[in-house]
């Protein structure tokens, strides 16, 4: 069974803070999503990487994955009581078409 | 992005009674969706993987009999509860694909399920 390990599972920052969220496993991934989901609602994808280093810049967000596609980091540049929320990634495993979730890292910014 | 409707957003039952949740696909075609289960403060477990006109396939641990799943059509899979308990109650949550792999998976906005 393939794990994705997201951390941290929380976190609270003041409003201008930058903050890193990480998703680490032991497989390669062929692609790994990044999703923000709101209580009561269901996650909404912010990006999707494929390729290993590559890098997409989405506003503040910033989001890499792996050289060797095991491995993805969201950061946040700036935080802003709106990117308040759940933050989870999720990967596809290789040449399978179901798609697995880390346990999220629930985003608090204080204003 | 592509649009996946899911009904309802909300339904509360009697512990024993069944629940049916509905989830579309509505502007595009998608032969694969996939069940969530999501607690409190949790992340989402698959459940099953709903595949139109065939089986679903469920993974471990999770009761087929009790979460019956079918996919009658390409824009439909339906999720029932049977005999429903109050430990069923949860964030229900359907996701389906615009194509194989690789392709993004979209996300209904979820079913509060309470059981009483």
């Known amino acids: 069974t393939q794990l994705l390990e997201q951390s941290p599972q929380f976190l609270s920052i003041q409003e201008g803070e930058n903050l890193t969220v990480y998703c680490n496993s032991s497989?390669?991934?062929?692609?790994l999503q990044w999703y923000r989901q709101e209580p009561g609602e269901g996650p909404v994808l912010l990006v999707t990487v494929v390729t290993g280093g590559e890098v997409k810049k989405l506003k503040r967000l910033t989001f890499q994955f792996g050289d060797a596609r095991k491995d993805s980091s969201l950061h946040i540049t700036a935080a802003q009581p709106g990117d308040t929320g759940l933050y989870l990634c999720a990967g596809d495993q290789p040449g399978g078409f179901k798609t697995i979730f880390g346990a999220g890292t629930r985003l608090f910014v204080k204003a | 992005g592509a649009v996946v409707s899911q009904h309802p957003s909300r339904v509360i039952c009697k512990s024993g009674t069944s629940v049916k949740i509905e989830c579309r696909s509505l502007d595009f075609q998608a032969t694969t969706m996939f069940w969530y289960r999501q607690f409190p403060k949790q992340s989402l477990m698959l459940m099953a993987t709903?595949?139109?006109?065939?089986?679903?396939?469920?993974e471990q641990g999770v009761e087929k009999d009790k979460f019956l799943i079918n996919h009658a059509s390409l824009t439909l899979s339906t999720l029932t509860v049977t005999s429903a308990h109050p430990e069923d109650s949860s964030f229900y949550i359907c996701?389906?694909?615009?194509?194989?792999?690789?392709?993004?998976?979209?996300f209904g906005q979820g079913t509060r399920l309470t059981v009483v």
């Open positions: 996701s389906a694909r615009t194509g194989g792999v690789g392709t993004e998976a979209f």
């Open positions: 497989s390669v991934f062929s692609s």
């Open positions: 709903s595949n139109e006109g065939s089986k679903a396939t469920y």
